[in-house]
């Protein structure tokens, strides 16, 4: 699931032909980047994908003043094929992506062992501003968000609170998870 191509091919369907800047500008209106796996910067690029596979066609260009030419575009037939089948994809299956963290962890080693406690205070205390952020964040657009918006940035609350929770558990098992790595380094 690409979730900037449901964004552009979903923004193009809903509000009619646009030019990569003002996806830009939609993106960064609608705080993407609070609720999304990708970056406002990243627009360009996939908008050129999207025309090579013919999702999308250029329209016209337009040059306002000095600033450089624009190239409008529009979704095609097959790009809205192709935004029914993500919706879809994405709406039914659940998905879980593996942290790096949970690897890292399992294998700390010797080295960093005796460093875990303060990374892995560190890592909590880290989750905890962007937790505190998230939530100010919130409060400041919730008035301009649909029903449905209130709840996809809840939802990035609740996984926020989770994470903290499932921190607090490895934080108080620290002692037995030093132990237990020494232990095994010298098995």
Do not use: C
Request: glycine share 4%.
């Amino acid at each position: 699931m690409s979730s900037i191509r449901v964004f552009l091919l979903g923004a193009l369907a809903e509000r009619g032909p646009m030019h990569g800047h003002q996806l830009r500008l939609l993106a960064e209106k609608e705080h993407v980047h609070m609720w999304t796996d990708f970056r406002v910067g990243a627009i360009y690029g996939t908008l050129n994908r999207l025309l090579s596979e013919e999702l999308v066609e250029p329209v016209r260009t337009e040059r306002e003043g000095a600033r450089p030419e624009r190239q409008i575009v529009r979704i095609t037939e097959a790009g809205r094929s192709s935004l029914d089948d993500l919706r879809l994809e994405t709406l039914a299956e659940f998905s879980l992506k593996p942290d790096p963290f949970d690897l890292a962890l399992a294998r700390v080693g010797k080295d960093l062992v005796d460093e875990l406690p303060r990374l892995l205070r560190g890592r909590r205390a880290s989750i905890a501003a962007t937790a505190e952020h998230h939530a100010v964040r919130l409060e400041q657009v919730d008035q301009y968000l649909t029903i449905t918006e209130q709840h996809v940035l809840r939802h990035q609350t609740h996984r926020l609170r989770a994470e903290l929770e499932w921190l607090d558990t490895v934080l108080a098992d620290l002692p037995a998870i030093v132990d237990d790595e020494k232990t095994r380094e010298t098995d």
